[in-house]
């Protein structure tokens, strides 16, 4: 049987370093090239050594899903094609280029990939449109659907002859204020490899959280306190600037909106290009204004932070563990007007996270204090699926396995038991470097033969019945990866073998105190009388009796006259009607045949 | 005689209906036996098989039958049917009673019974069909007979149902058929079978819907079958396609009779335990203990995975149908976010309860990016508000928006605040502080937030009551300064408060005297403002200085004027201007009679213009002394012909009469017109006379058979004369008379700064405009050099805030040579009329030719202010 394996080597029952390893029709694909935040050695990046591929994936350029790619292609030495969307590329190296400053530069380690490695590495990638279908070689074909998340995200099928994959990524079934939801045709993949961040939430109305963020904005600048709000560069900072930017545009609000120099104001550059990307009311609107043009926001700088007066402060990075965020954090943590809102996760040990479990006495480098007299509010703005979007996904999808990655184990579980429950499919969760295997049932297209089609058309009357199978007989010829259906004749004459003959024999012992040319009669006429449908010929010379092709003669034996000896012969392609005039006549002859 | 008559018919009919066949004496039958018959009775008596018998029949059926011996054949017919075992002799037999029943002079009514006798006994589906064309035939036969034709009725009505099973069960075995067009054909087929009022089975709805189960699997549970395919249609909105999404959601809004469980589930995205069967107890109690197993994402860290429920667990609806409205009204395409909008509206407004619970999700929506779903959710939010009560921090979400920018959003809200209740004084308070914000913020929004008081003020007259000393800032023993009468502020806190105390009649109680005085100001200058009537001495002040208080003697009162005018006849000229100076005021004091007694005095004055015109000597003078009566006659007719334009067009909700009487004037008009021409230049006259006016020289000739004959000099002085003559026309009033009224809100023709554009290319200047009671208005726009061009509007500039108001957000599009300085152009709203030659638009036809300035154009009348602006063509730059 003909089997799809897929092996995560990162991201399996774990969140980070997203690389899926799947094989399937002879063809090996990677599916992201990620890297994990929370090592600094060689853990951070998958583990590569067994990898021989045809080609490689990229979904979006969080470095989770992107981070080790020049490492992979350039010091382990990969050298396919590899795919990204368009906006995908131009963000990517950005990042990269960011993140390897901040390891080579700051940290000094030196077993690192360069910008040279970088810039070669982009030069293999191959773009990649939505809905476009791009022939990696003659089998494999992969298709980009369109996956919410962040500008580029896309989710891809693969597909090699009838047998399909579909990854994910990350993804979002929920529109927010730039993106569009997440869309995928019903493509019933044999298997779905879907991320699994949000397993067990379902989070409720994204109306009412936007509501609430922006009242508490509203009424904390109203009040005249300052605003901090800590984001990453790139995803959630621009749907809340543009969330911030209509609604003080709506309000006519006058406080100011800064937001941090820097990654952002370069990424906002390319927001502003692929407006394809984004959700309908930027797509439509944007000839009169573009979204990204902001008007109430502007750059942030240091100096800005002592002002007096409310405003609103977008500050990396997103967890309060360094960089400009914690400081502008520490000048206005005294105060009670102020207030914290966190709008995403935050990985343990941070400052962000300490705030968020209720510390208010922090413990800073050099034995300082600091108390947190300022608000903190968390709002979840993530920008992955939740179980209900999981769900809501498969049911699109239709799928006939389900392959949960990108997530917590015991999570997954729950969600695994969900998904079977409700839809009745096969669920798996490998973990790193575990082997999930799925013996599909390709149907094998093979070519027919117009004539065979037409004999077995003449022979069996009506048109055929989809419902109902039909039997047929043919030879199937495999020669050069081709299957073809033809009759015997042909194959015979195409191969240049002779036919042999196969002829089935048979004695049927039978009573009967007639001449032997009498019993011959009476078997004659009870034949004819049985088969109507069939030609039925009576040769007394040979003493025989035809039935088609079938020949039946009688002798008598030598040792009793009265019984007699029925010889009955047929060729392999009449054992039907052969074997049923056999146990026909090993019944005997009725009595009152004359 | 008539009533005899009937009463025989129905003797006759009884007495039929009471005799079974069974029971004829066979002895009547030979009574009533003519030869004819008999014949036939031996003929079939002696036919030994079926073949024969038949062969009789067709025989028989080739021969004529009288009236007189039908009866006693179809006796013996039905004998012989009765007996008869043979499917096709019992079929001719049938077939010959239709037949025979036809004949003329024989009334068929008594062959019912045995027909429909028959009908139940007969096995043979071609007999029966054969019956049922013999009953046909007997039916409409007997077409004064009602009884027997609605006993017909009925009986077809059931014999068609008993059979429907076999019909529903036909088309339902195409449901599988692999043709999609074949399936489909069923599927229309069954619809149709449903659209004639057939029930359809059970059984069928489940092979329709393969996926459906009513009974849910797995357990013996059972749902509404409405419930269901409201599970299912929930489920559709999250489909892949927007479109199917749009219709789910507008599908699910007209299923109104979903219990509240199901409705409920639809603004939850977690499946509710209402929705869920259990077991045993035992489960019961457990879900208690965890009865969220999903987190919601609010908090931080509660997304621990719960303990996990029974799968046993029945889930009658299926989760993914959970939230339905959540997801519509989150959805990508806005479409859709209206759809939902619009469902919920539907739904709310069917369900008290269901209202309460998704308000939350309708001012959420108030946030939406697109504009037009934040207004179409406030005007969903008004139209259920009558539903519900909102809480203090609803209130405050919804008071939020006032500070939109937007002012369509601002005027909607306001108008929601028209309808909300509230429960608190500390509500209304709220209400009024964040309106005062919103005043002045936006001036502009003056009348649409004193409108918005006046109904606050006049629903809540007890909660406002605590509020009025503060509100007024009276004090108990200091006497406090008199506040600015000029202040909209103030003004609103007035509007709140006076209408509150027209029902609450202690509240006078509290003001002090200066606020008497504000009153009676109010009264008069913002009247529409203060329309409640009765109660209180504030009230009764006002309303022996004002006169009629209410609507209704408002309308006597505004008849009674008309009739004195009626009866006052001409010539007394200064009396009647008093009167109508009356009629206008009156006008401006009730707003719902504003439209009706505007028109009148509009209709007086041209009566007054006329008399005027006529009274005076000039008519016994000679021509050229009078030179200048003459010209103010012209001018007087003139003038008339205008109003009665305005007269005719502006109003809208006229009558016939009306247009009638108006029609009336505009012909005096027109003759006066004429004669004072005639008299004029009499030389030139006679041959003008062709083009002069043809229309309504030949409706006068019509009129008068006399005047063809005579001389065109003659024709002039019979003119005079009936002229002078003629008296006015009564008026009576119409029920509902609205003036078309527009105004130009933006531009204000207050700005200084010129709008500069480069000469030869075009400027878009932006309108907007409010217009009541109007079909199509133009826009003018009049440059200082007299030339002025006509602009159309698209349609779909015009928006519809409510019944009879649109409002105009257009642009025009101006461009002029260079000029030297800045200066004024004009633009204004005219009306179109129909009567006239198709309205002219764009600017080619109208450049050319320059008409003076004030002429209106032809077949337009002006009925906005002009409002000026600034422009400055700059030479274009080489």
């Known amino acids: ?86 906006p995908t590329k131009a963000i990517c190296p950005i990042l990269l280029e960011d993140f390897r400053k901040i390891t080579v530069d700051k940290k000094g380690e030196t077993n690192f990939f360069t910008s040279q490695m970088i810039k070669d590495c982009m030069k293999k990638v191959v773009p990649l449109n939505l809905h476009q279908t791009v022939q990696v070689d003659d089998e494999l074909e992969i298709k980009a659907y369109y996956a919410g998340h962040v500008l580029g995200a896309a989710m891809v099928q693969l597909k090699v002859g009838s047998e399909s994959v579909v990854y994910t990524g990350d993804y979002n079934m929920t529109p927010d204020r730039h993106l569009g939801a997440a869309w995928i045709d019903k493509c019933r993949p044999d298997i779905l490899i879907s991320e699994s961040t949000y397993a067990t939430t379902i989070r409720d109305s994204k109306r009412c959280r936007e509501r609430d963020f922006l009242k508490k904005v509203h009424e904390t600048v109203e009040r005249g306190g300052k605003v901090l709000i800590p984001v990453f560069a790139l995803g959630r900072a621009q749907e809340l600037c543009i969330l911030l930017e209509t609604f003080w545009e709506r309000m006519n609000l006058k406080a100011p909106i800064y937001f941090s120099t820097g990654l952002t104001e370069k990424a906002n550059h390319y927001y502003k290009l692929f407006i394809t990307w984004t959700n309908q009311k930027i797509r439509k609107t944007f000839v009169q204004r573009n979204m990204f043009e902001f008007k109430h926001i502007k750059p942030f700088d240091r100096s800005y932070a002592d002002n007096p007066g409310p405003m609103v402060v977008f500050a990396t990075p997103g967890m309060l563990h360094a960089g400009q965020s ?233 040792e009793d006259p009265n019984t007699k000896v029925l010889l009955l012969s047929w060729s392999y392609q009449d054992e039907d009607l052969g074997s049923f005039l056999s146990t026909l006549l090993k019944k005997g002859l009725p009595s009152g045949l004359c | ?172 075995d195409y449901f599988g058929d692999q043709e999609p067009r074949v399936r489909t054909a069923a599927i229309k087929a069954m619809l149709q079978l449903h659209e004639r009022g057939m029930n359809i089975n059970q059984i069928i709805y489940d092979q329709l819907y393969p996926e459906s189960i009513v009974p849910i699997p797995s357990s013996n549970e059972e749902v509404r079958l409405v419930d269901d395919s409201f599970g299912k249609i929930s489920h559709m909105i999250s489909d892949g396609s927007w479109m199917v999404r749009v219709q789910a959601a507008k599908t699910l809004g007209s299923m109104l009779q979903v219990s509240h469980y199901f409705l409920e589930q639809t603004l939850d995205k977690k499946l509710m335990s209402d929705l869920r069967r259990k077991r045993t107890a035992h489960e019961r109690a457990k879900e208690l203990y965890a009865s969220g197993e999903f987190s919601s994402g609010r908090k931080w860290a509660d997304d621990a995975p719960k303990e996990r429920l029974d799968t046993n667990a029945v889930n009658l609806i299926a989760s993914g149908a959970c939230g339905a409205f959540v997801h519509g009204l989150e959805d990508e395409m806005y479409e859709v976010r209206i759809a939902a909008v619009e469902a919920l509206s539907l739904l709310a407004q069917s369900s008290p309860s269901f209202a309460e619970k998704c308000l939350d999700f309708l001012v959420d929506m108030f946030n939406d990016e697109i504009e037009e779903v934040r207004l179409q959710s406030i005007h969903v939010l008004r139209e259920i508000s009558k539903n519900i009560i909102l809480r203090e921090d609803q209130l405050d979400t919804v008071l939020a928006v006032l500070e939109d920018s937007s002012r369509d959003i601002r005027e909607a809200l306001h108008e929601l605040l028209c309808y909300t209740n509230v429960s608190t004084k500390e509500c209304v308070q709220l209400a009024l502080l964040e309106l005062l914000k919103n005043l002045n913020k936006y001036p502009t929004d003056r009348n649409s ?15 406002v009551l605590p509020l009025v000393p503060e509100l007024l800032s009276t004090h108990p023993y200091f006497d406090t300064p008199e506040p600015d009468m000029d202040d909209p502020a103030y003004i609103a806190v007035l509007v709140l408060v006076f209408n509150a105390a027209t029902s609450c009649p202690t509240m006078s109680s509290l003001f002090s005297d200066h606020t008497f005085r504000h009153y009676a100001y109010l009264r008069d200058s913002l009247s529409h403002l203060l329309a409640g009537r009765g109660g209180g001495r504030v009230v009764e002040l006002v309303d022996s200085a004002a006169g009629p208080g209410s609507v209704e003697s408002a309308q006597v009162f505004l008849q009674d004027s008309l009739n004195r005018v009626n009866t006052i006849h001409s010539l007394e000229a200064p009396g009647s201007q008093d009167l109508l100076d009356f009629t206008i005021r009156l006008g401006e004091l009730q707003t719902e009679l504003a439209g ?101 020289v030949g409706k006068l000739l019509e009129l008068i058979p006399r005047l063809s004959s005579c001389k065109t000099v003659e024709l002039i002085k019979i003119l005079q004369s009936t002229l002078r003559q003629s008296s006015m026309l009564p008026l009576t009033l119409p029920q509902q008379l609205h003036r078309a009224t527009a105004t130009i809100i933006e531009p204000t023709g207050e700005s200084d700064h010129p709008l500069k554009f480069t000469t030869g290319l075009v400027v878009a200047l932006d309108i907007d405009a409010t217009l009541e009671h109007v079909q199509d208005p133009q826009t003018r726009v009049l440059y200082p050099d007299g030339q002025a061009h006509v602009i159309t509007p698209k349609p779909g500039d015009f ?71 600034l422009i400055m063509p700059k030479p274009a730059r080489r």
């Open chain 1, 1 to 86: 049987m003909p089997e799809i394996k897929v092996t995560p080597l990162g991201a399996g029952q774990d969140v980070g370093r997203s690389c899926i390893l799947v094989s399937f029709g002879g063809k090996n694909i990677m599916l992201d090239c990620g890297m994990h935040m929370g090592f600094n050695d060689d853990r951070r990046f998958p583990d590569f050594s067994y990898i021989t591929q045809n080609g490689r994936l990229t979904d979006h350029f969080h470095l989770d899903h992107c981070g080790a790619l020049p490492y992979m292609s350039e010091m382990v030495g990969y050298d396919g094609p590899i795919y990204m969307t368009h």
């Open chain 1, 326 to 558: 914690l400081q502008i954090f520490k000048k206005w943590a005294g105060h009670e007007k102020n207030m914290v809102i966190m709008p995403g996760y935050c990985v343990q040990g941070t400052i962000g996270h300490k705030i968020l479990n209720g510390q208010r006495k922090l413990e800073l480098e050099g034995r300082s204090t600091l108390e947190v007299k300022l608000q903190v509010e968390y709002m979840s703005f993530s920008a992955h699926a939740d179980a209900k979007g999981i769900m809501q996904l498969i049911r699109m999808a239709e799928p006939r396995n389900v392959l949960l990655v990108h997530g917590e184990a015991a999570k997954m579980e729950f969600l695994k038991g969900k998904i079977e429950q409700e839809f009745s499919i096969n669920c798996f969760m490998p973990a790193n470097g575990e082997t999930a295997t799925v013996t599909t049932n390709p149907s094998v297209p093979v070519d027919i033969s117009l004539n065979l089609l037409k004999r077995e058309m003449s022979l069996g009357g009506t048109l055929p019945d989809p419902k109902k199978p039909r039997t047929m007989h043919g030879t199937l010829i495999m020669k050069e990866n081709s299957l073809r259906l033809v009759s015997p004749e042909q194959a015979l004459k195409e191969l240049g073998l002779s036919e042999h003959q196969l002829r089935f024999t048979c004695r049927v012992q039978l009573q009967d105190p007639h001449s032997d040319a009498d019993t011959l009669r009476r078997i004659y006429t009870h034949l004819k009388s049985v088969l109507k449908g069939y030609t039925t010929q009576h040769l007394p010379d040979s003493m025989s009796v035809m039935v088609e092709s079938i020949v039946v003669k009688v002798s008598s034996s030598a």
């Open chain 2, 1 to 172: 005689m008539a009533a005899h008559l009937k009463k025989r018919v129905y003797e006759e009919f009884s007495k039929v209906v009471q005799i079974p066949p069974e029971e004829v004496p066979v002895k009547k039958l030979r009574l009533s036996k003519p030869s004819k018959s008999a014949a036939l009775h031996i003929d079939l008596c002696k036919a030994s098989c079926s073949t024969d018998a038949l062969q009789y029949l067709l025989q028989f059926a080739r021969k004529a039958v009288e009236a007189e011996s039908v009866e006693g054949v179809i006796r013996i017919l039905l004998e012989h049917y009765y007996k008869e075992t043979d499917n096709s002799v019992r079929l001719k037999i049938v077939s010959l009673l239709g037949l025979l029943s036809k004949t003329k002079g024989f009334s068929p009514d008594c062959i019912v019974d045995d027909a429909i006798n028959a009908l139940t006994t007969e096995k043979s589906h071609q007999v029966l069909a054969q019956l049922m064309d013999t009953l046909l035939v007997i039916g409409s036969q007997l077409p004064d007979n009602l009884l027997v034709r609605q006993r017909l009725i009925d009986m077809a009505c059931k014999a068609r149902l008993s059979r429907s099973r076999d019909v529903q069960s036909v088309i339902s």
């Open chain 2, 449 to 463: 937030v004193w409108k918005c008081l006046k109904f606050l003020g006049s629903r809540h007259p007890t909660l």
């Open chain 2, 596 to 696: 009706a007694a505007d028109f009148c005095a509009t209709y007086l004055r041209c009566q007054l213009l006329l008399m005027k015109a006529l009274q005076e000597r000039l008519w016994n003078m000679a021509v050229p002394l009078c030179l200048k009566q003459n010209a103010m006659a012209t001018a007087a007719a003139r003038q008339i012909l205008e109003e009665t334009y305005k007269l005719e067009f502006v109003y809208s909700g006229l009558e016939s009469r009306q247009v009638a009487t108006v029609h009336h004037i505009r012909l005096q008009a027109r003759a006066l017109q004429l004669v004072l021409t005639a008299r004029a230049r009499k030389g030139q006259f006679l041959p003008e006379l062709p083009h002069f006016q043809e229309t309504f």
């Open chain 2, 799 to 869: 928006r519809k805030p409510g019944p009879g108001r649109h409002r105009l957000i257009t642009q025009v599009y101006l461009s002029h040579s260079a000029w030297t300085d800045p200066g004024h152009v004009e633009v204004r709203l005219l009306l179109a009329y129909s009567s006239s030659t198709p309205s002219k638009t764009g600017w080619a036809d109208s450049t050319d030719s320059l008409p003076p300035p004030e002429a209106a154009i032809e077949g337009t009348i002006p009925f906005s202010k002009s409002v000026k602006v």
